[in-house]
Structure formats: structure tokens, C-alpha cells
């Protein structure tokens, strides 16, 4: 197939009867056959206002068989658009042969499994344009009129837009663990299936497809093989097939691979998104970015920020009041910057990765912990972008791109030309304060930012405070502190602790101390001084039950506090443990300035059983940042301190050089350690 992005659409199905159901919609159908002997049918599709190629695949049962068949299929195909048609059994709300497009599908088997199962699930999310397109179709009746197949309209079918659960097993009975373990922690999902979290990954690692997923509710649970046994697997599958046909005959001409738009969101910032007439979708985590179809070689320098993005994000509440900063600034300027600055886990990158996701900015996200903290990191991610998103002629980046600032100031220049009087672009930059300036000339501002920047060209930035940034700006500009004292910070903070406080385990905490929601959100707004991360760590471990005897004034106050509490705690469990192996591996995590895996924490701290590893990984993993990289043709966990601030806290402890351990030594053997093997090269 060509390696330009094809005229294919993609439906990905488990079951013959899905398979055989989604055929239906298909004229002209004929076999395509991929070099390893997979077999697609492909045919036609014609609506109002597009002919569609459809290639459909019967990936088989489960998670991880979907990720594989999904991931060849766009990579033979090589599609902007895919769509997964099949059943689920039905949690709530819904009925038997009601339809749901995901929004998200939780991985809720994800977890660590103790005496009470904790979860640690992850998600996948569709397309946000998809949503919105699958929201307008379930408001009308007119999808029923594509079901083809067996019919039961007794009761007309329903459609709903909500989460779906993805797990490695048949949920068969409501009395059964993985039954209870939805109804506990996934109270919001619709239905559960086997293959919604695998489809959603191989998505997540191609970045220019857009994805919907539709289930036709099939069973309730509970007597499952007597509604399978009456059809209503064939039924489920006809209707959710109607529902996908009926999303793409409403999807405008090349919708798939163009975004005609620009976005008004709701603090009336408007963006400009239309790169070209060919413009694609770089991901909808990364905040319905829309690039065109560029040269690889320029496409390879962009960085996939999406998972940080995804994590910065959840659970976000408020910071309207910074949204409405920005907003004006944008409207009463027609140039300039916008810093951001706070304390340390006030919540900079969430706010910087809610601009992104909500109103669509290029974007670069410094993270000191895993190596992207140069200028040369920024000016490949942001000049690639910049090209793609607008559709400027160049086939690679220049060889003096990181260099200095002369490259992004002449796209921003062509941008801004571009633009027109009434379109805006607008650059999210996050944590200057994490920047390594060693690649950058004396004297020069921070990444090589430019000094001024053209008419409707904005750079939103992020940094802390306390931090000396050098950044020369001649242009319009504004610095916007956000102190945790402010009243409208305090009311985002008791925001978020209202969102979490209904939690089955806060609850428990809340009955046991005799207070009421509103004294605890009351208490631990004032605990928390304002500080985010601070509640980041201290909510999980009052919800698990950490501070069961402990009354809500006796938690400790502030971040600072709560970090220095919990060294004291797990210092005092065994202290020659302390010594022998536990200190050994954090300090290993605090040297090492990228995500290690265990393997090199081996190596790094001496300490040699794995085991110990892992267990001291299991005590600091509300501090710790776990995620998965190809390596060796296969995946690999590494681990990073979740925030800078606490690495911070380590790095300047005393007690590590104290406790006889020599951060020199420490470091030279990292240095001495055959650094190919962490990174793969």
C-alpha cells in the first residue's frame, strides 16, 4: 500500500457475526491479502456526501489479538479513519440491542492484586470529532433505518455515547469479581467487551487516525448464553453496524482526512486548524491537532506527548480564571506572550495539557525526567509540527533548525501570513524552568525562543516561580502568577477535592472521623496550601486507607511536609533495610535523569535481587511515573519520579549524602554504564 495516507476506511470486528453484519453496508465486495496471509474484504460505500472504501477484518476475541490485527491493518492499509463494530454485555442504563459509541474504554483489569484488588486502570478514547458526529446521529431515529439482518423492533433500539469496559474475560454473572470490580470502580460504564482497550492502543500509537468504537449491546450478563442463544448477538451486531454506517454517511466530504474547521471553544479563543485542503488528524489526545500529510522525514521529529497529556488531564477541574486571562490577552493583542507562573505542583502542566487537548496548540512539554529538556528537542518538535500543521513546503527540517531561533521565526512569519486578520495560532510551551541550556549559545533566551513573534502568533509558556528563566521578550507580553493563597486557586482546589470525596474509600475515612464532606473539603483545602500535587498523593493514600487512625488535622501540611512524613515513614519500617537496599534504588531514580527499568536500577544501585526492586518500586509508586517502551522487540517497563518537585526533594536531602551513599559515586557509574542499553540504540 501507499505509504501516503490511503482513501481506506477500516472496520475492525471480533465475531463472524459482527463481521457478517458490517458486509451488509457492502457493494462490490472482494479479497485483499496482506504479505502474511491475513485476509480483508474490501468494498464500497456510498452516501450523500462520500464514496467510502471499506476494508473489514475479523481480528478474533480479546485485547491483545485486536492491538496486533488493528496495528497491521493500518499499517497495510494506511487510513485516516477506523471504526470497531461489534457486541458487549450491558452494564446500566442500556437494554438488549441499544447501541454505544465509546467515548473511552477502560482497561479496568489493570492492577495490583493484594488482599483488596487496586486498580490502576488505563483508557483509550475516541476520536473527540467522531464523538461529537456519533452524539448528533444517536439524537435521531434515522440510523434504524440502515439495519439490515435480523430485526426485533418490538421496542426500537436506543443509541448512547458514554464509557465502555475492556477486560481479558467473558463477565458472565453479576456475582462474579469482575462484575463488582465495574460496579465499584467504573460506576460510569455502559457495557463491558474483550477487545475495546487493545483497538484503542494500537490507535494511540498512530497518531494520525482517527477511531470510533460501536457496540450493540448483546446481553445483560446475567443468562448470557440463553441471549445468545436467541439471536441477540446477531441482532446486537446488526444495529451497531447500522449505528457505524450511519456516522460515516453523515461525515462531510473527506472528513476523514480533512478538517475544513476552525475552533471556537468556550473561553472564545479560536484557533486556526485548517493546515490544507488534505490535512489529517495528529491524535485526539494531543488536542485535535490537524496536520497534513507530510513528508515522513518531517513527521518523525514530532514528538508524541499524548500519554502525558491523557495523565495531566484527568480529573481536571477549574482554572477558569487563567482561561479568561489568556482569552483576553488573545483578543486585546495582536501578538505576543502569555507566562504562566506558580509553586511547584500548583498544576502548570495540567493547565498547559488542558490548553492543548481543549483548543488544539502545537505544544511542547519539557520533562527534565525523561532527557526532553533541550532546545534541540523543542526546535525539531516544534518546527515539525509547524510544517505539518500548515502545510509549508519542506521536505526535512534545515540542518541548522536548532541552532538558533532563525528557522521557527521564519515559519512563524509564513504562518503568520497565512493566517489572515482573524485567525490565531497559538503555542503551548510548558515548563521553562526544566530546560537544559546547555545545546543553547550564552546568552540566549531559554529554547531559543524568539524575542517577538508576528501578528496572531501567541506562545502560552509555563514556570515556576522560584526559578531564573532567561527570556528576552520585545513584544506584547504578560506574566500571569497563580499563588496558592489566591481565593480563585483555593476555590479550584476545593473543587477537585468535592469531585473526589464521594470515593468509596474517602468515604469510609470521612464516617470513621465524624466529620461531613464539607469539613473535609473544608480541612484539606486549608492541608494542602494550594498545591495540586499535594493532593495528587495525599487523596490516594486517605482513599487505600494509609490515614485510617488518623484524624484529618493530624495529616501533614503542605507538600514539603507530606514528602518529608513520608521518607520519615518508610525510613522507620527497617532501617537496615533502609540502608541495605531501599535508599540504594531512590537514589538510583533521582541520578538518573530518564525512565530506567529495573534492569538498570540493578545495575546502578547494586542492590541485587530483583525482588528488593520491586518492592521498594511498590513503596514510592504514588511517586513514581510507570510506562512502557519498545525495546529489543518487545516492551519494557521503566520508571520516573512522577513530579519535579519531589525529585527536587530528594536531590537536595542531606541524609542521602549522610547515609553512606556518594551521589559522585553514584553518578560516575551511570556514566560508565553502556547507556545504548537504555535507550535502545
Known amino acids: 500500500m501507499s505509504s501516503q495516507t490511503s482513501s481506506y476506511t477500516i472496520i475492525i470486528t471480533a465475531l463472524p457475526v459482527e463481521f457478517n453484519a458490517v458486509i451488509e453496508h457492502l457493494q462490490n465486495i472482494h479479497e485483499v491479502e496482506h504479505p502474511a496471509g491475513t485476509i ?3 468494498g464500497n460505500f456510498s452516501s450523500e456526501n462520500q464514496d467510502w472504501n471499506i476494508a473489514v477484518i475479523q481480528a478474533g476475541m480479546g485485547n491483545p489479538r485486536t492491538a496486533f490485527e488493528t496495528e497491521r491493518a493500518i499499517n497495510f492499509f494506511n487510513p485516516s479513519l477506523v471504526i470497531f463494530v461489534g457486541v458487549a454485555g450491558g452494564l446500566k442504563d442500556v437494554n438488549l440491542g441499544d447501541v454505544v459509541a465509546a467515548t473511552k474504554v477502560y482497561g479496568f483489569e489493570y492492577g495490583k492484586a493484594e488482599q483488596q484488588f487496586k486498580t490502576r486502570a488505563e483508557f483509550g478514547e475516541s476520536t473527540y470529532s467522531l464523538i461529537q458526529r456519533a452524539l448528533a446521529v444517536s439524537r435521531r431515529d434515522n440510523w434504524l433505518n440502515r439495519i439490515q439482518g435480523i430485526q426485533a423492533l418490538n421496542n426500537p433500539p436506543r443509541a448512547f455515547v458514554g464509557a465502555i469496559a475492556a477486560g481479558e474475560k467473558i463477565v458472565a454473572s453479576t456475582n462474579s469479581q469482575s462484575y463488582k470490580l465495574l460496579k465499584i470502580n467504573f460506576s460510569d460504564a455502559l457495557a463491558v467487551e474483550m477487545e475495546g482497550f487493545g483497538f484503542f492502543r494500537a490507535i494511540h500509537a498512530n497518531h494520525h487516525v482517527e477511531a470510533l468504537m460501536i457496540r450493540g449491546i448483546s446481553d445483560m450478563i446475567d443468562n448470557k448464553s440463553k441471549a445468545d442463544a436467541s439471536g441477540s448477538q446477531e441482532i446486537a451486531s446488526c444495529h451497531a453496524a447500522a449505528f457505524a454506517f450511519e456516522v460515516l454517511a453523515k461525515l ?11 475552533n471556537q471553544n468556550h473561553s472564545g479563543i479560536l484557533i486556526e486548524q485548517k493546515a490544507s485542503d488534505n490535512a489529517k488528524q495528529f491524535g485526539q489526545a494531543n488536542g485535535n491537532i490537524y496536520f497534513g500529510c507530510t513528508e515522513k522525514k518531517i513527521r518523525d521529529n514530532i514528538l508524541d506527548q499524548t500519554r502525558i497529556i491523557e495523565d495531566k488531564t484527568q480529573e481536571f477541574v477549574g482554572r477558569q480564571f487563567v482561561f479568561d486571562a489568556i482569552n483576553k490577552f488573545i483578543e486585546t493583542n495582536s501578538r505576543g506572550y502569555f507566562i504562566v507562573r506558580g509553586d511547584p505542583g500548583i498544576g502548570k502542566s495540567a493547565l498547559a495539557a488542558q490548553l492543548v487537548k481543549t483548543k488544539a496548540c502545537v505544544h511542547h512539554f519539557n520533562i527534565r525526567a525523561e532527557g526532553i529538556s533541550k532546545a534541540s528537542n ?21 540542518p541548522d533548525t536548532t541552532q538558533d531561533s532563525g528557522f521557527l521565526s521564519k515559519l512563524l512569519g509564513e504562518i503568520s501570513d497565512k493566517l489572515g486578520s482573524d485567525k490565531k495560532l497559538i503555542m503551548v510551551v510548558d515548563a521553562l524552568d526544566e530546560v537544559d541550556n546547555t545545546d543553547t549559545t550564552s546568552g540566549a533566551n531559554v529554547l531559543y525562543l524568539p524575542m517577538t513573534v508576528p501578528a496572531g502568533i501567541y506562545i502560552v509558556a509555563t514556570m515556576r516561580r522560584d526559578k531564573a528563566v532567561k527570556l528576552r521578550i520585545e513584544c506584547e507580553q504578560k506574566y500571569f502568577d497563580i499563588k496558592q493563597d489566591d481565593d480563585k486557586n483555593l476555590a479550584d482546589i476545593s473543587k477537585y477535592i468535592a469531585s473526589t470525596s464521594e470515593r468509596e474509600g474517602i468515604q469510609t475515612y470521612i464516617s470513621k472521623q465524624d466529620i461531613d464532606n464539607k469539613a473535609f473539603i473544608s480541612i484539606l483545602t486549608e492541608t494542602s496550601q494550594g498545591n495540586f500535587i499535594y493532593l495528587y498523593y495525599v487523596l490516594p493514600e486517605i482513599e487505600r486507607g494509609a490515614y485510617t487512625n488518623l484524624a484529618l488535622t493530624a495529616i501533614p501540611v503542605g507538600l514539603k511536609n507530606y514528602y518529608e512524613d513520608h521518607w520519615g515513614r518508610m525510613r522507620a519500617q527497617d532501617e537496615e533495610a533502609w540502608f541495605k537496599y531501599k535508599l540504594p534504588v531512590i537514589v538510583a531514580l533521582t541520578v538518573v535523569k530518564a525512565p530506567i527499568s529495573i534492569d538498570l536500577i540493578l545495575d546502578f544501585s547494586k542492590v541485587p535481587k530483583k525482588y528488593r526492586i520491586r518492592a521498594v518500586l511498590q513503596e514510592w509508586w504514588q511517586f513514581l511515573y510507570e ?3 519498545t525495546y529489543q522487540g518487545g516492551l519494557q517497563k521503566r520508571y520516573r519520579m512522577y513530579h519535579a518537585s519531589f525529585h527536587d526533594f530528594l536531590a537536595e536531602k542531606e541524609e542521602i549524602a549522610d547515609e553512606f551513599v556518594d551521589l559522585k559515586a553514584a553518578h560516575e557509574q551511570i556514566a560508565n554504564t553502556l547507556w545504548d542499553d537504555l535507550f535502545d540504540e
Open 40 to 42: 480483508y474484504e474490501v
Open 252 to 262: 462531510k466530504k473527506n472528513v476523514n482526512t480533512t478538517n475544513e474547521l476552525t
Open 378 to 398: 523543542f526546535m525539531t518538535n516544534i518546527c515539525a509540527q509547524l510544517i505539518a500543521a500548515y502545510d509549508l513546503d519542506y521536505k526535512t527540517l534545515p
Open 627 to 629: 510506562l512502557q517502551v
